[in-house]
């Protein structure tokens, strides 16, 4: 179990340029969460899939913002037209199938800082 | 809505002392409740969760007890060290999809 694992894990971009993250979540984990952290705040949350379906977005996430997984293994996570509001951590968790309570937690991986000049 | 609002840091504590950091929670129905930590530099992890009321969650000497009556999960250490010194989040898992709310954090500094 090597943890979930984030790419790049810092970015600089000049505004109005795409930008393309990666996670790679625990393996045989099929429930993968998209996260965003601004600075002194608590992570909110962007987007979950089940395996490869997309099942919740929240209105954070504008149409600037798009999130695949693709085969239901890793995930990336795009922003066209980088903001200077967009600056912020986004985090990745994941967590394995239902089996009882006890398979509630969500994994983090260390997080994509992106920095929007 | 469902939220989570936590004390405002930051907490600054002798080494030794003893840690309260206080976590009250709104929610629709029975939500489990989680303690992650952020070490500088580092992911979360998750330190301590409980799922039910009455249940006390327990990790590296913090302790949280799930309060239903009121609404609250505070988090206590007997006795703090330095390498304690870190962002706490309090956090409640919501919804059909299960994600989770985090409240602002709180920031620890525990000085020798």
């Known amino acids: 179990d090597t943890g979930v694992s984030q790419n790049p894990r810092h970015k600089i971009t000049k505004r109005g340029q795409n930008v393309t993250f990666r996670c790679d979540p625990i393996s045989e984990h099929n429930r993968l969460y998209w996260y965003r952290q601004t600075l002194g705040q608590g992570p909110e949350f962007l987007t979950y899939?089940?395996?490869?379906?997309?099942?919740?977005k929240s209105r954070l996430l504008s149409d600037r913002f798009s999130a695949e997984r693709p085969k239901g293994s890793f995930s990336t996570l795009e922003i066209q037209r980088t903001e200077q509001g967009d600056s912020a951590m986004y985090l990745c968790?994941?967590?394995?199938?239902?089996?009882?309570?006890?398979?509630?937690?969500?994994?983090f991986g260390p997080g994509t800082r992106l920095t929007v000049l | 809505g469902n939220s989570v609002t936590q004390m405002e840091g930051p907490v600054t504590l002798s080494e030794e002392a003893f840690l309260t950091i206080n976590c009250t929670y709104t929610?629709?129905?029975?939500?489990?409740l989680f303690w992650y930590v952020q070490y500088p530099g580092e992911g979360l992890q998750l330190l301590l969760k409980?799922?039910?009321?009455?249940d006390k969650g327990s990790n590296k000497g913090f302790e949280a007890t799930y309060r239903k009556e009121t609404t609250s999960f505070h988090l206590e250490k007997g006795s703090v060290q330095v390498s304690d010194s870190a962002v706490y989040f309090c956090?409640?898992?919501?919804?059909?999809?299960?994600?989770?709310?985090f409240g602002a954090g709180t920031r620890l500094a525990v000085h020798p």
């Open positions: 968790a994941s967590r394995s199938p239902p089996r009882g309570t006890s398979t509630d937690t969500q994994y």
């Open positions: 929610a629709t129905g029975y939500p489990s």
């Open positions: 956090a409640l898992l919501t919804g059909g999809y299960n994600k989770l709310i």
């Open positions: 899939f089940q395996n490869e379906a997309q099942l919740e």
């Open positions: 409980a799922t039910k009321a009455d």
